[in-house]
Structures are given as structure tokens and as C-alpha cells.
């Protein structure tokens, strides 16, 4: 089993910046790809971004292209969101995700970030 925790959500004014963290811990033994995925109020879960087991494989989507930053601290079995040029439209609930091998996924129980224009 691997329990994520997530912290750094909140509530932040229109063109600031917040950083979201994610911490693995557990049956972390393998390759992990590791991933921030959002749902906005009355919309579907989507990918904002990815980060390969190397920390230099990256994918965003095209919404946050731009002004976030996925990152991860191997060591500890982080990863990092930083968003910069926050929108009201980000606001939404983000996820951490993990996924193991290709094999096994595991998710956080989610942190609420909130934008104001």
C-alpha cells in the first residue's frame, strides 16, 4: 500500500501563486510516475501535469502550459506543483497521483484550491 498526503492548497487572489506538495510513503519500491490531476466543480477529473520516474519527463496540459511547474524530490518521494499566474478557472479540487511499475495507482484525498478574481 502507499499513502499520499497533500498539502499547500488554499485560497489565493487572480495572477498570484500557490505551491502544492505530495508525499509518498509506504510500498514505494519501483518506477513512479507521478502526476497532478484536478476537478473543477460540475467537470471531470483531468491531467494538469506529469512528471516521469527521471524528474525530467514532463507533461502538462495545455491550460497550465506555461505557468505551473511539476517537480520531485526523489529522496522523499515529493512532488511539487507550483502555479504561478493563478486564474479563477484553476480553481478546482487537485490530486496527487501515483502510479507504480505501470501497475499500481494510488491517489491523494485531494486539496481544495480556490482562486479570486
Known amino acids: 500500500q502507499v499513502h499520499l498526503v497533500e498539502s499547500g492548497g488554499g485560497l489565493a487572489q487572480a495572477g498570484g501563486s500557490l505551491r502544492l506538495s505530495c508525499a509518498a510513503s509506504g510500498s514505494t519500491d519501483g518506477v513512479l510516475v507521478m502526476c497532478w490531476y484536478r476537478q473543477a466543480p460540475g467537470k471531470q477529473r483531468e491531467l494538469a501535469a506529469r512528471?516521469?520516474?527521471?524528474?525530467?519527463?514532463?507533461f502538462y496540459a495545455n491550460s497550465v502550459l506555461g505557468r505551473f511547474t511539476i517537480s520531485r524530490d526523489n529522496t522523499e518521494n515529493t512532488v511539487f506543483l507550483q502555479m504561478t499566474g493563478l486564474k479563477p478557472e484553476d480553481t478546482a479540487v487537485y490530486y496527487c497521483?501515483?502510479?507504480?511499475?505501470?501497475?499500481?495507482?494510488?491517489w491523494g484525498q485531494g486539496t481544495q484550491v480556490t482562486v479570486s478574481s
Open positions: 512528471i516521469g520516474a527521471d524528474g525530467a519527463t514532463t
Open positions: 497521483n501515483v502510479v507504480i511499475n505501470g501497475i499500481w495507482t494510488y
